[in-house]
Nanobody
Framework: QVQLVESGGGLVQAGGSLRLSCAAS????????MGWFRQAPGKEREFVAG????????TYADSLKDRFTISRDNAKNTAYLQMMSLKPEDTAVYYC????????????????WGQGTQVTVSS
């Protein structure tokens, strides 16, 4: 099992930045690929970014690649999402997730999920 806990969300003005953290624990926590997703009210959960456990390779949603950066610190079993130049449309609950097989793709490919952290961007 893997347990995931997000932190770092909050209220920020448009143009500002936030760094989200995802702390992972469990017997195989260091063996999983990690992804970030977000979900706004009334909308589908969407992929934001992913990072491979084995290679450190990263991938991003095309619309977010220029502003968001995913990273991880294996010694701390923690993944991060650095968000820059935030816009009101970035407002959502942000979730981290873990997968044994992929760091791409849809939410259905991820086995474990955190509870989410709220990010609100004011205009």
């Amino acid at each position: 099992q893997v347990q995931l806990v997000e932190s770092g969300g909050g209220l920020v003005q448009a143009g500002g930045s936030l760094r989200l953290s995802c702390a992972a624990s469990g017997r195989t926590a260091s063996s999983y690929n990690m992804g970030w997703f977000r979900q706004a009210p009334g909308k589908e959960r969407e992929f934001v970014a992913g990072i491979s456990w084995s290679s450190g390779s990263t991938t991003y949603a095309d619309s977010l690649k220029d502003r968001f950066t995913i990273s991880r610190d294996n010694a701390k079993n923690t993944a991060y999402l650095q968000m820059m130049s935030l816009k009101p449309e970035d407002t959502a609950v942000y979730y981290c997730a873990a997968s044994r097989t992929t760091f791409y793709g849809s939410p259905g490919l991820y086995s474990y999920w955190g509870q989410g952290t709220q990010v609100t961007v004011s205009s």
